[in-house]
């Protein structure tokens, strides 16, 4: 079954406007982290912003922000204000366990954002 | 610059060929990792090294042969290929113990095509 599941293979959306990118997970662990990564085309993954499930506050790093709705074990990536730079691949991924070393990623959402 | 560095970045081999891959992270981080990333799949978790002892095959097959000498090199040896296994090789390292987060560090990768 599989643990991380993005459903938008691909979004386009207005420049400046507000995005959201969807994840939902997988786990029976009370322990986990939830991360988000941004794969332009030129290949390389970016880490953009961590989630852990013992944490009350939804997660922020400038323009992202994380929804995370444990009941839901959903984990919707937020960004304000999109621009240009911002196309890419994004992946959801999940760390299970404390201290865990197994990470593994949903299929990703192709982002596309328009002038 | 994010501190691991992959070599080489482009692979064209035949399928009766070896070679290796090269992983270098100077992070200082106990934990590696190698995934495949193909056209239209999620990033498939491949091997995971942690404290040089590794804690994760992910049903690879024997062609492919992961080595870790110590915490800060990882290698991909590379036997008769089959043409599928032409992809994007993502090497990642990620420190798992204590208060941190454990985020993937990633190289550029190693673009392999198997003729």
């Known amino acids: 079954a599989q643990k991380i599941t993005q459903t938008q293979p691909g979004m386009f959306v207005q420049e400046k406007e507000a995005v959201t990118l969807d994840c939902t997970y997988d786990t029976s662990d009370q322990s986990y982290g939830l991360f988000w990564y941004k794969q332009p085309s030129s290949g390389e993954m970016i880490f953009l912003i961590y989630q852990g499930s013992y944490d009350e506050q939804n997660a922020t790093e400038g323009r992202y922000s994380l929804n995370f709705q444990k009941a839901r074990k959903s984990a919707n990536l937020v960004i304000s204000a999109s621009q240009l730079g911002d196309s890419a691949m994004y992946f959801c991924?999940?760390?299970?366990?404390?201290?865990?070393?197994?990470?593994?990623f949903g299929k990703g959402t192709r982002l596309h954002i328009l002038p | 610059e994010t501190g691991v560095t992959q070599t080489p970045r482009h692979l064209v081999m035949g399928m009766t060929n070896k070679k290796s891959l090269k992983c270098e992270q100077h992070l200082g981080h106990n934990a590696m990792y190698w995934y495949k990333q193909s056209a239209k799949k999620p990033l498939e978790l491949m091997f995971v090294?942690?404290?040089?002892?590794?804690?994760e095959n992910n049903s690879v097959p024997s062609r492919f042969s992961p080595e870790c000498p110590n915490s800060s090199h990882l290698f991909l040896h590379l036997h008769t290929l089959q043409p599928e296994d032409s992809a994007l090789y993502l090497c990642?390292?990620?420190?798992?113990?204590?208060?941190?987060?454990?985020?993937?560090?990633f190289g550029e990768g190693s673009r392999l095509t198997v003729l």
């Open positions: 090294y942690n404290f040089k002892e590794q804690t």
């Open positions: 990642a390292s990620s420190q798992v113990l204590g208060a941190n987060t454990g985020e993937l560090f």
């Open positions: 991924a999940m760390r299970e366990g404390r201290g865990d070393d197994k990470i593994i």
